[in-house]
């Protein structure tokens, strides 16, 4: 029986078949899992109809497995409100939800973060870190909540888990990373500030820190620039893979995590922990 078996939740944030929520939701529905999806909404129908088909290609994979595919404007309070709405309807209570949400413009990313735009930056929050917070408010009614005794020292059923997706140079300077740095900064702070707010209800929040990994996200992000560094640098000497990371996020989504809120796992092959190049310095002692 997979870890998933009985357990249902909404996943936020598969661009296409090479997106991390993807290989998350792939992990959770082959442990047995019932997914809700969303693809990115546009004004522009034509545009609005390819988000759709490229998510649609993925999860017709697990027709069983799929309950819906409904559009998501992560900066719009209403769009919000109807995902959730959604998953009310179709589910009930939900065990689990991704945020795997981000979103720079290139003109933004390009440039020194000092000249990020006004306009720009906002947007930017907005959509990558600010999203968490409007997304668990939303969703604060249908999250399952945890049943403990009295005395507050057992758990006798398990509470919903949140997870949102970040990365390194929220914490650490991470050149060419710049504007989306920033946000995943915030996004961490925002999940630990959720994380108090929910765990009341011993509802779980967290944030999985992966190493770069080619995407649509990714390659705006400039990751391809960042591989050969993880390559050399990191204490596995290789780059992580989609698989690895869906595995961790399936992991912290599910009840095995069951102590663990608040808090940033990294997948990244121990990069974040080197304090040196490491091997790296190899390649100029020679
Ligand atoms: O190396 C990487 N790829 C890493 C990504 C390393 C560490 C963290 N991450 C993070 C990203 O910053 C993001 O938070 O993982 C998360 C998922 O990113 P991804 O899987 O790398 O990229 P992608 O497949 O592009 O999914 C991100 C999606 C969007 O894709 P596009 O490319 O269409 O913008 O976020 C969604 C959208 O589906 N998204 C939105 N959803 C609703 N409303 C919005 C929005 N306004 N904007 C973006």
New binding site residues.
């Given amino acids: 029986m997979g870890i998933f078996e009985g357990k249902k939740g909404l996943i ?5 078949d ?4 993807w290989y998350i939701a792939k992990f959770i529905m082959d442990q047995g899992g019932v997914c809700g999806f ?4 546009d004004a522009d129908e034509a545009k609005q109809k390819k ?1 759709r088909h490229r998510v649609e290609k993925c999860v017709e994979q697990y027709p069983e497995q799929t309950k819906f595919l409904v559009p ?4 719009s309070d209403q769009s919000i409100a109807e995902v959730m709405a959604t998953a009310k309807k179709e589910f009930g209570e939900i065990d689990f939800l991704l945020h ?4 720079a413009k290139l003109d933004d990313l390009k440039v020194d973060s000092i000249a990020t735009s006004r306009d720009g930056f906002k947007l930017a929050m907005d ?2 870190a600010y999203s968490l917070l409007a997304v668990c408010n939303a969703a604060k009614d249908i999250l399952k909540k945890a049943k403990v005794d009295d005395k507050r020292e057992e758990v006798l059923e398990a509470g919903a888990s949140v997870l949102t ?3 390194y140079g929220g914490e650490r300077i991470v050149p060419g990373y710049n504007v ?1 740095g920033i946000c995943k900064a915030a996004l961490e702070s925002c999940m630990k500030y959720a994380a108090y707010d929910l765990g009341i209800d011993g509802i779980r929040v967290n944030a999985l ?5 080619k ?4 390659s705006a ?1 400039g ?1 391809g620039e960042f591989q050969p560094v993880y390559k050399q640098m990191a204490p596995l000497q290789r780059i992580v893979t989609h698989e690895e990371v869906g595995r961790t996020g399936g992991f912290l989504l599910s009840t095995m995590s069951d102590g663990i809120t608040a808090e940033t796992v990294h997948v990244d092959g121990g990069y974040s922990e080197m304090g040196t190049p490491g091997r790296l310095l190899d390649k100029y002692r020679a």
Avoid: C
């Fill in positions: 936020l944030g598969v661009a296409n090479r997106s991390i929520a969303t693809h990115l909404a988000n998501l404007d992560a900066q795997s949400i981000a979103f959509i990558s997706l970040t990365y989306m820190s992966a190493g770069p990994l995407t649509l996200a990714g992000a990751v």
